[in-house]
């Protein structure tokens, strides 16, 4: 069987991939029972899906457990320093806009010692995909807290709980322009599986948090609300057009009370329930969903925004072949300059 | 040598085989341009001539300060010349406090012309002046020329609507076209350039050009001047000239490695003086297929060209120290995944944010050792501005041979000096070559070749060579994560292997004078001028001194070693404390002496002379006069 390749011809007709052909020779050495396992499955299979050869595809991640991931994936990979995937990935897609490129990071990769470069990769829209395994702790260090743990975490390096205010990945990628953000969860595989074949065929930086468990240095961080018997009352998935509901029932929603969001109980059609839209210019509405947290409120889980602009890389080459138009390249011509003079 | 004619017209005009000017004003005064525009003008005259920027890291330091005086310093000649000059024949000073911080360099008896129109009581007693020295009697010493340039070129542009102070901007080309007349230079080359510069802007053209014509207008007619001087053009090998300065050579060199080996060009930095005009020429020159990334930082920087490196494209990143301290963790990525890459250093005084503007060589163990584990890089330096345009294409040509990184040397002396440049023939550079991974050729990605230890670059999109790479210690044979010691240890010997396997494309270095004998002077980078200069100096007097200038640093020159032992004494003049001294005493174990000045300036030639005549015992100590 075949499909088309990715650039939509029929011309070149390529065999269809399964998850298996995406699966490297490479021993996972993830512990065992972590949700990384999960990412990587759901990844694996989403990424037949898109109909791109392996050998255009490429896993850039920086350091943790998280950037073990390209080893494992059977394409090309590259696991780089410590925060630094974003701008590498920002050079690969640059210089080969044609290839597709997925950045891999965690909470202190991402946020902490790369915070500045995931920052601007969201901000120049360049045409990857971003998913960072939020896992609210440092795993391959042996357990420190990370700068999405919760104020007051007792962990090795905050024996008395952290001093320190969590960042919200949600809340930073809309900040920083990100023209996709999602959240999907480790256990929630159809979810995660579907999110990630979204956020791939975005056309420019896709950001997906994941919450991740780490059942070594943070087991049940996500516990209280995505426990499976829990999760229906206590997170919301949100879907474009459709009013927030939640609960075992849908019988709960969220609406809107001036800037801040409420939660109606046992909601009726009348309650002027909020209707979720991925595709506003502003982030205000996202913004607001982003706050939402447990116990308070039920956690989103789902697409927050979704809109469409011109990428970096797309830019860049439009420059190049524009000038290219304006100007044919003559090399002797630019050496010898405006002004010379002859010695004979 | 100096001759005199006498013409009725002129005045006297005496033929000097070198003169060196020095252009001195407020930051806000324009002399950077002024230099500049005289520098071309004599460039396309046809002297040898070399220059000195030097200006303040301060965009616009307070108005007629001290800290705020630009100075622009040109020698030119009818001889091959080598440095910008050891002390001005003529200093122009725009207002007291460029007088000030100048005057001590002019030799006694040098010209020296003022613009007593700016030498008020609010801008003597900024630069510390209790009387003017117009009145004091304390220029006695040197031929003195004052006018007031700002009123008289005020009056010049009566009847255009400018405001005063856009009257007081154009003075510095009044001040051009005086000078332009008493070194008999003719308007065209400054006219044709303002035109272009100013050509949506025609009132201030008009100025520009109005002031310039008053400025030479005087010359002929003040009785003020007696005398012009007049230097021949040089003689110098037949060819096309033009005028470059190091960067504008780096920038061109970059974009023609990029055609020599068809491979698109992407550059990412970080703003950062002196490197950032390379950023701002590149950018310029897209329809080379070239892509710039003003990036968010350094880090980004080096890290996005290993991004465009592992994509298949011909990676730089440019800098200047500190910026390649922050890159040492990325370089080193590049060291470990076995990419091409190559990186630009600017030096400039350090350390840590240093003196920017200022120039130094201090980076060479940063370059050589700074990084964690044992990870050597390749080493080039340029010798001068035009030198840098070939060393930017044998950066690229050794790293995409060898699959390493490259860190080309390059310094702020180098970067803003500029002198005459004999244009190449590109069509007789070799073409650079890369290998590609190849199906049916590489059985996979960690196939080395044999002869270089390199591996071949198995770019995304080449189906069968899909592989893992990164910062983790890998398997010699395949590529995989390996934590075994015995590879360790072979893939450290390895890298090291690779780099000094460059050797081979290393050029002999070359000495020019005796071929043993007492003294040898070993140079590398910008000071090659200086050191040419003082060799000639000593072997013109009697003294038998060669020298020898090195442009790859790692790996030396495979007859390093066996010229170093052919002269009792090595002298090792450099503007760092002692680094290239300490790589030759480790590697050659010869008593090489360091000779070492770290004042963000150049050497002057009569230093080096001075320290040749302690080294072989004709005077004693030599000291710097700062």
Redesign the interface.
């Known amino acids: 069987m075949t499909a088309a390749s990715s650039n939509g011809t029929f011309e070149e007709e390529i065999p269809l991939l399964t998850r298996k052909d995406f699966v490297?020779d490479?021993d996972v050495r993830w512990c065992p029972g972590c949700g990384d396992y999960s990412i990587l499955a759901q990844m694996q299979k989403a990424l037949p899906a898109l109909l791109i050869?392996?050998?255009?595809?490429?896993f850039?991640s920086g350091?943790g457990c998280s950037s073990r991931f390209?080893?494992y994936v059977?394409?090309?990979?590259?696991?780089?320093?410590h925060g630094?995937a974003p701008?590498?990935?920002?050079?690969?897609?640059?210089?080969?806009p044609?290839?597709t490129v997925f950045v891999i990071t965690g909470d202190g990769d991402g946020l902490s010692i790369g915070g500045?470069?995931l920052?601007?990769i969201l901000r120049r829209n360049v045409d990857v995909t971003v998913v960072l395994f939020n896992n609210r702790i440092y795993g391959l260090t042996k357990g420190q807290y990370s700068p999405t743990s919760p104020i007051g975490k007792v962990t090795k390096s905050a024996p008395m709980g952290t001093t320190e205010n969590p960042i919200d990945p949600i809340n930073l990628a809309l900040a920083a322009g990100a023209t996709f953000v999602a959240r999907s969860l480790d256990r929630d595989t159809k979810h995660l599986e579907a999110t990630l074949l979204t956020a791939a065929r975005h056309k420019g930086a896709a950001f997906v948090e994941v919450f991740q468990n780490c059942n070594i240095y943070n087991d049940g961080a996500f516990a209280a609300f995505a426990e499976k018997d829990v999760r229906q009352d206590r997170m919301v998935y949100l879907e474009h057009g459709k009013p927030l509901r939640f609960g075992k029932h849908n019988e709960h929603g969220i609406r809107l009370n001036g800037f801040l969001p409420e939660v109606v109980e046992n909601a009726s059609g009348g309650d002027n329930l909020l209707v979720h839209d991925t595709g506003l210019d502003s982030i205000a509405l996202p913004t607001i969903l982003s706050g939402m947290d447990y116990p308070e409120f039920p956690v989103p889980l789902g697409i927050f925004r979704q809109v469409e602009r011109e990428t970096y890389d797309g830019l860049?080459?439009a420059?190049?072949a524009r000038?290219?138009d304006?100007?044919?390249?003559d090399?002797?011509a630019?050496?010898?300059?405006t002004?010379?003079?002859?010695?004979? | 040598m100096t001759t005199e004619t006498e013409t009725e017209l002129q005045g006297v005009v005496k033929t000097r085989d070198r003169v060196t000017i020095r252009f001195a004003g407020d930051s806000g005064d324009g002399m950077q341009l002024t230099g500049t525009q005289f520098t071309r003008t004599t460039a396309v005259y046809g002297n040898d001539l070399a220059t000195l920027p030097d200006y303040p890291a301060e965009i616009r330091a307070p108005t007629g300060s001290l800290p705020g005086v630009s100075g622009f310093q040109l020698s030119f000649s009818s001889n091959d010349i080598h440095t910008p000059g050891d002390n001005p024949d003529a200093l122009v000073a725009m207002n007291p406090a460029a007088l000030k911080t100048n005057l001590g360099d002019l030799v006694p008896g040098g010209l020296l012309i003022v613009d007593e129109g700016e030498f008020n009581s609010t801008n003597l007693r900024k630069a510390g002046y209790e009387l003017s020295p117009l009145e004091d009697g304390s220029l006695t010493p040197y031929r003195l020329m004052r006018l007031d340039i700002t009123k008289s070129n005020a009056t010049a542009l009566e009847g255009l609507d400018l405001g005063a102070r856009e009257r007081f901007r154009s003075r510095n080309f009044y001040a051009l076209g005086l000078v332009l007349w008493l070194f008999n230079r003719p308007l065209d080359t400054v006219v044709r350039w303002t035109e272009e510069r100013f050509q949506r802007n025609p009132l201030v053209l008009e100025a520009n050009l109005r002031a310039l014509r008053a400025g030479n207008a005087f010359g002929e007619t003040s009785e003020l001047v007696h005398e012009r001087y007049e230097v021949p053009p040089a003689t110098v090998a037949p060819g096309t000239y033009r005028h470059i300065n190091g960067n504008e050579a780096t920038a061109l060199g970059f974009v023609a490695a990029s055609q020599l080996a068809g491979l698109p060009l992407f550059y990412a930095s970080y703003p950062i003086t002196p490197a950032s005009d390379v950023l701002h020429e590149l950018a310029r020159h897209k329809n080379f297929g070239i892509k710039t990334m003003q990036a968010e930082d350094e880090i980004s920087a080096v890290c996005a060209a290993i991004g465009a490196s592992y994509a298949g494209h011909m990676a730089l990143t440019g800098t200047s120290g500190p910026g390649l301290a922050l890159k040492s963790e990325g370089l080193n990525l590049a060291v470990m995944a076995e990419l091409p890459l190559v990186v630009l250093d600017v030096q400039r005084a350090g350390p840590s944010t240093g003196m920017p503007t200022k120039t130094e060589q201090a980076d060479l163990l940063q370059a050589m050792y700074g990084r964690n584990g044992d990870s050597p890089v390749v080493l080039i330096a340029p010798a001068t501005p035009g030198d840098c345009f070939g060393m930017a294409i044998e950066a690229f040509r050794i790293a995409l041979k060898y699959m390493v990184p490259v860190v080309m040397l390059s310094d702020g002396y180098l970067a803003n000096g500029s002198e005459p440049w004999r244009i190449p023939d590109i069509a007789a550079i070799p073409p650079i070559e890369y290998h590609y991974a190849e199906a049916g050729v590489d059985e996979h990605a960690y196939q080395r070749d044999p002869v270089t230890q390199a591996r071949p670059w198995a770019v995304p999109g080449l189906a069968g060579f899909e592989h893992r790479v990164g910062g983790l210690e890998k398997s010699y044979e395949t590529g995989d994560i390996n934590y075994d010691p015995g590879n360790h240890h072979q893939m450290t010997l390895m890298r090291a292997e690779r780099v000094a396997r460059v050797i081979v494309d290393v050029p002999d270095v070359e000495v020019t004078g005796p071929d043993r004998g007492d003294l040898l002077l070993l140079g590398w980078g910008g000071v090659y001028g200086a050191i040419a200069s003082a060799r000639e100096r000593a072997l013109a007097e009697g003294k038998a001194v060669a020298s020898a200038h090195l442009r790859h640093l790692n790996p030396f020159p495979a007859n390093l070693g066996e010229v170093l032992s052919r002269y009792d004494k090595v002298l090792i003049p450099e503007l760092n404390n002692g680094q290239l001294s300490v790589l030759i005493r480790a590697r050659y174990l010869v008593d090489a002496i360091p000779f070492n000045k770290i004042a963000g300036q150049p050497f002057k030639i009569s230093e080096i002379s001075g320290k040749i005549d302690e080294v072989l015992g004709l005077s004693g100590p030599y000291e710097f006069e700062f």
């Open positions: 490297s490479q050869p392996r050998e255009e595809i490429v850039i350091i390209p080893y059977d394409t090309y990979g590259f696991h780089t320093i630094r701008a590498i990935a920002t050079g690969l897609k640059t210089a080969r044609e290839l500045n470069h920052m601007h860049v080459a420059q190049v000038a290219r304006a100007a044919e390249p090399l002797e630019l050496i010898v300059g002004e010379t003079w002859d010695v004979r």
